[in-house]
């Protein structure tokens, strides 16, 4: 028996265990405990050479944690901001890049300003009435007419992508009348809008184009070339044993 072994008490190394509930929050996680006890000795160094060795060494062992990033532009950039970050910007060290502060970090952003329209016919989108607002903005001519024509039969394509059913061109002038607050008016002009069907068929292709793979297709039972109904087999309907 080796005369260096010395048995341990099994009381204390129970009592020395450590559990994630008593350990220190982890700034980082990705980069797991090691790395942050690394850290936080090399904070506490107080030769300043050998603290700023230790801190690049820090920065090598967290570039071979993410070698995918190592071509990223400004990765390095990003490797020092982490490492301030995770030694809770108690680190002094000399980083070749700008050292964050915990104040722009705490930064909150701006709020978003959602659009909270409530446009009368939601049919046509909010993006109609930004393009009717952009042609009312323009000068009589050419350019104009051709915006106001192409507006119209946009909006007559998402009338018909939601309503199912045939619409005049007149309904489609009255809303553009209506939503343009009068200034295009198209009620009395002999314009004609795309005819129903092409939209359509428009609409119905691109609705198949937007079904998700896989999906199973309706078959119809009826022959392409005959239009009749396709025979049934006499065992076709015949009961499994």
Known sequence: ????????????????????AERSHLIIPEYGRHLQKLIDQATKIEDDVERNKAAKYIIQ??????????????FQHKLWDQLFIMSDFKLVADSPYPIPSRE???????????????????????NIKYMIDVANKWEDGEMKSALVKVIANHMKKSYLSWNKDTVKDDVIFEHLYELSDGKLNLIQSTEELLNTTDLLRTNKRVSNKILPVGQPKILSNKNTKTGKPNPVHKNQNRKPL
């Open 1 to 20: 028996m080796n005369s260096k072994y010395i048995k341990e008490n099994s009381n204390d190394v129970v009592h020395h265990l450590e559990y994630n």
């Open 61 to 74: 062992v967290m570039g071979s944690l993410n070698p995918h990033l190592r071509d990223v532009p400004d």
């Open 104 to 126: 722009v970090l705490q930064l909150k952003p701006d709020v978003l300003k959602y659009p909270q329209n409530f446009p009368k016919y939601r049919f046509y989108g909010n």
